[in-house]
């Protein structure tokens, strides 16, 4: 049972590369998100989805892009990255309604130099 | 502006003993609250939650407690086991959003020694 699955777990990008950061889920959630957690910090929402073809920014969107073209995959794109952009990101699914628990992938280190 | 607050970093308690995990948010609009756990180079895992209706949830060792006018809830956990330490994160959302958009606090490290 995978759960989230996040890829990679770590990489380090140079300023102005841009990359994608994969995430998918086997449980079949209709929801799915994209949060990212800096030093000290608490995790801040960057972009959700409530199913395939819907999208929508969180708190903290700008230098992201999302897409949802199937259940399983909400990949997360960063375009011209930046070193404001250096943090640890997760991927997280859960069931439809505000009261159920979002179940997390492990996390990709990123860092931009 | 932060919405949910967790003030003390970090908490270091005794195997056997009692800890007392604390959170404060200033959104009225908040209706239902978590506490996730994180070991290191792990994702957050759900622990325990907790409705606005209610001012008590228990499940086995983990009790949450909210007190809505004060803004206020904890995590009681007894007793604390060495598997406990980890990073505690608070979180809450509302129910008129149509996803689980969690806020969360900056966490609280928790250490159980011997």
């Known amino acids: 049972n995978a759960g989230v699955t996040q890829t990679p777990k770590f990489r380090i990008l140079k300023i102005g590369q841009s990359m994608t950061l994969q995430c998918t889920q086997d449980?079949?959630?209709?929801?799915m998100y994209w949060y990212r957690q800096d030093p000290g910090m608490g995790l801040k929402l960057i972009y959700y989805s409530v199913g395939a073809g819907i999208t929508d920014k969180g708190e903290v969107p700008n230098g992201y892009n999302v897409s949802r073209s199937t259940t399983e995959d909400f990949p997360l794109r960063l375009e011209l990255a930046a070193p404001s952009q250096t943090s640890v990101y997760f991927c997280a699914s859960s069931y439809p309604g505000g009261y159920t628990e979002a179940f997390f992938g492990q996390g990709t280190r990123l860092t931009v130099v | 502006d932060q919405q949910v607050k967790q003030n003390s970093p970090s908490l270091s308690v005794q195997e056997g003993r009692i800890s007392i995990l604390n959170c404060d948010y200033t959104n009225s609009m908040f209706d239902y609250f978590l506490w996730y756990k994180k070991y290191p180079a792990e994702g957050p895992t759900f622990l325990i939650s907790i409705s606005s209706i209610k001012d008590k949830n228990e499940d086995g060792r983990f009790t949450v407690f909210l007190n809505k006018s004060a803004k206020h809830l904890s995590l009681h956990i007894v007793p604390s086991q060495p598997g406990d330490s980890a990073v505690y994160f608070c979180?809450?959302?509302?129910?008129?959003?149509?996803?689980?958009?969690?806020?969360f606090g900056t966490g609280t490290r928790l250490q159980v020694t011997l």
């Open positions: 449980m079949n959630h209709n929801y």
């Open positions: 979180a809450a959302t509302t129910l008129t959003g149509t996803a689980s958009k969690l806020t």
